[in-house]
Every structure is written in C-alpha cells, then in structure tokens.
C-alpha cells in the first residue's frame, strides 16, 4: 500500500513497540524500533527517517527532548508523540514545538492509520517544495548567458520575451527540436515577477490519461487505481510561479478541455473530487508541432489553440543564426568544463570553426553542445583542429576519400593544407562540388568561398 517510506517507533515498553511495527508492516512501510532517545537519534544520523511516532514518557531524554533533538538532525521531519491521558497538555506543547500531531494511548488502530498517512502526505509535499525552491534557486542563479545570441533573429525573439516576461499572460513557445524552447521559457519565468516563486516543468508526451491529468489537477485518495493518498496537482504546486507545459502537442484530447477551463476561469477539479479549486499559475507551453495543423486534423482544440497563443514566441533553429555558433561554442565548453574542471578552455582552429558554422545543424543547440562535449572529449591540446570536426561530424557509413597523393615539402598552415585537400578532392571527382561537398560533409557554400578561382567544370 505505502513504499519505501521510513517509520520509526520509539517506546520504551516493548509492548507498544511490538503493536505500532507490526501495523505499520503490514501497511507496507518500512519500520524501525528504538527504546530511548540516544537510541533513535543513533538511527536517524545513521539512515534517515521521514516519521517518528515517540512515546512522551521514557527514562532518561523525554520525548519532548527528543523531539527537539529530532528537528534539530532534520527540521522535515514529521513527528508524532504518543501521549497517556494525564499527558495531553504535555503534547500539545510538543505540537507548538513542531510535532505533526499526537494520539493518546490506547488509540485505534484506525485512527494511527489516518494520523501517518497525513503525516508522510506532509512529508513528500515538504520534499517537493524543497525541489520546488531548488529549482527557483537555480533559475535565479542562472547565468542570463543561457540565451547567448547577438544574430538578428536571436535579438529579435529576446525582445519579444523581454516584453512578455512581467506579464502574467499565456505564451506559446514553438520552434524545432532541440532549438532552446526550454531556455526561452525558463528566461520567461526568470525576467518576470514571479521569479521568486515555483517554476514547474511538465513534458505533456511523458504521460497519458489519468497520469497527465493526475500530475496537472492532483486526485483524491480512491480516484483511481494505485492512488492510495490525497495528491496535490501542479497547478496548485504552481498556484503563484509558472507551469511550464513542455510539448503541449501532446497533451491527450481528455485533458485539453479541462485545461482549457483553467486558462479562462483559473478553477480545476481535482481528480475524483467535487469541490472547485482555484488556481493563479502562469501558463506557458512549448511544441515543436504545427498546432493548427493538428486543429485541422481534429486532434488539438482550436479554443485551446487560442487560449495558449495570447503571446507567440517562435525560437529561431541554429541555421538561421549561425554568427551566434562561435559564442555558443565557447558557452557550452566553459559550462561543460565548470562541471568537469580540466584546465584551460581550448579553442577551436579558423577551420574548425567553419566547419561547424556551415554544418546545417538538424538537431540545432540541443545537437551543438553534444559536438562540443565530444570535441572536448577527443580534441587534445589547447587548439581543436579540423580534422577532429570532421570526424565528429561525418557521416557514419561514409567511405572516405583516399589521402591525397600530394604532399607538402614543408610544415604549412593547417587552412593551407585543408585548402589544398580540398581542391584536391574537387579535382578528384570532376569538378563535381555537390559530390565533394556530400564526401567532406561540408557545406557547398565553403568549398565555393574557398576555392572558386580554382574550380572549373560541371557543379552539378
């Protein structure tokens, strides 16, 4: 019924002890014993707990002690003391100390039942505000260098997201895979008002049915099969931050209307509940789907459509901006290397960086920092050079073309010697650009800017 969620009993009449494991056992939680107060604070230091249930009489550290104690270790700890009937001012004032609730002895069975279900629902809402807060810590500890770019297209979207981040309005993010969609709404919630509160992401293509809808509203205990405890939803998580809905081309058609509901009148419906909450969330949603496309086929709501996209924000893919590749390249090797210290940050050859320049980029950012962690991998020295692109970035299968049979009579420049190996297999193969380019895997554009004077013949 439960997890792995870790109970600790503490009593010193083995009796008591005996009859609280057992119940918790059987109810699926993990369950230690302790006799006293050293005892249980030996085994919290040792392997963390998430509740205790402490008597409040026991020799030697009370559990009013050992309550404090307790908060001391982990202030999240849920706590509750166990009380005879000529102690209950006593508990009430572990209570003002912090402790979750009391039981008075002898207690229902039921009744512990009810008690430790809400105190462990507490205890995964503390810890998911605690990632909650991390998240939000992290989002304003991030570097704004996160949206490098000085390309025209670029600039033109940051101005579009500078003057829609302090609004509280729906945007829909769209561009290709791997196009930065993410950071563009991460920057959204991190330039606006609410930076200080939860920014919650949700990839909408990760779940189906129940689960979406489930994560989005939260459900009431019984709603559906495995939902064994009362589940907050991300709109509530939300309620004052942003929810971020990650490929909303996804969300099933048995949530869009709902969704929908909470976008114009900010009220949703827990699962198998009756009563309407209300919710003040931010909405931003991303897709790389053509979302009146999939209105057309009938499989998005054209209302919905609306709703999302009060404020567009198209990212532009990496062809379109490729002056900003150079700043990217440095970006990325200084992130990837404050992650894994190596030394100094090493640079890319004039040709290595053309070679990534005229690269068409399909995967866009998301495939750049893959090259660029993979050239920190395999490049050696503080210059990358070309031929180490040109393995990363080749075609697997692609038979190469044969060394050239020419050779230089002394050390010269490596664009030198590039130029020539190309101009070589140009000649090689006719004069044929188009091949020599497939072959390289280079642009045609690079091979026409170097070598044009030189190349005569059928371009094909």
């Not at 009380?83 to 002895?105: N, V």
């Not at 570097?143 to 979207?157: I, K």
């Amino acid at each position: 019924m439960s997890n792995n969620r870790h109970v600790l009993v503490v009593d010193d009449e083995e009796l008591y002890r005996e009859l609280l494991s057992g119940r918790l056992t059987r109810q699926g939680y993990r369950v230690s014993e302790a006799s006293d107060g050293p005892g249980a604070l030996g085994h919290i230091e040792r392997t963390g707990i998430d509740l205790a249930l402490i008597d409040i009489k026991m020799p030697g550290m009370d559990g009013i002690e050992l309550l404090g104690r307790i908060k001391q270790l982990d202030p999240h700890i849920e706590v509750v003391v166990l009380t005879g009937h000529g102690s209950i001012d006593t508990a009430i004032a572990a209570m003002k100390l912090g402790a979750f609730d009391y039981l008075t002895k002898p207690y229902k069975l039921t009744e512990l039942d009810l008690i430790v279900e809400r105190a462990l629902a507490r205890r995964t809402l503390a810890r998911r505000c605690e990632a909650l807060s991390a998240e939000v810590q992290h989002l304003r500890q991030a570097d704004d260098a996160e949206m490098v770019g000085r390309s025209t297209a670029w600039q033109q979207m940051l101005e579009r997201v500078h003057r829609a981040a302090p609004l509280a309005l729906p945007v829909l993010v769209t561009g290709e895979s791997g196009a930065g969609k993410e950071v563009v709404a991460a920057a959204l919630h991190r330039w606006s008002k609410r930076a200080g509160e939860a920014y919650v992401p949700l990839n909408c293509g990760l779940l189906e049915g129940e689960l979406v809808e489930s994560e989005l509203f939260g459900h009431k205990r019984g709603a559906f099969t495995g939902a064994t405890a009362d589940r907050e939803g991300l709109f509530e998580v939300a309620s004052a931050g942003t929810l971020f809905l990650d490929e909303i081309g996804e969300l099933p058609a048995s949530c869009q209307a709902k969704l929908l509901r909470v976008l114009d009148s900010g009220e949703f419906r827990q699962l198998g509940a009756s009563v309407l909450r209300h919710t003040e969330a931010r909405v931003i949603a991303a897709t790389h789907r053509d979302l009146e496309a999939l209105v057309e086929q009938g499989r998005f709501r054209h209302d919905l459509l609306y709703r999302l996209n009060v404020v567009h924000i198209q990212v532009p893919p990496l062809r379109e901006r490729r002056e900003d590749i150079p700043l990217l390249v440095e970006h990325l090797m200084r992130r990837a290397l404050r992650r894994t210290p190596s030394g100094p940050v090493p640079r890319l050859s004039p040709c290595a960086m053309t070679r990534l320049i005229d690269y068409p980029w399909p995967g866009n950012v998301r495939e750049l920092r893959n090259v660029v962690e993979r050239l920190l991998v395999f490049g050696e020295g503080e210059v990358i050079d070309a031929a180490i692109t040109n393995s990363i970035l080749s075609t697997p299968g692609e038979p190469p073309v044969a060394a050239s049979p020419a050779g230089f009579d002394r050390i010269a420049p490596l664009a030198e010697v590039e130029q020539a190996y190309i101009r070589w297999v140009v000649d090689a193969l006719e004069g044929n650009v188009s091949a020599a380019a497939a072959r390289l895997g280079v642009a045609r554009s690079t091979i026409y800017r170097s070598l044009k004077p030189k190349v005569d013949g059928p371009t094909h």
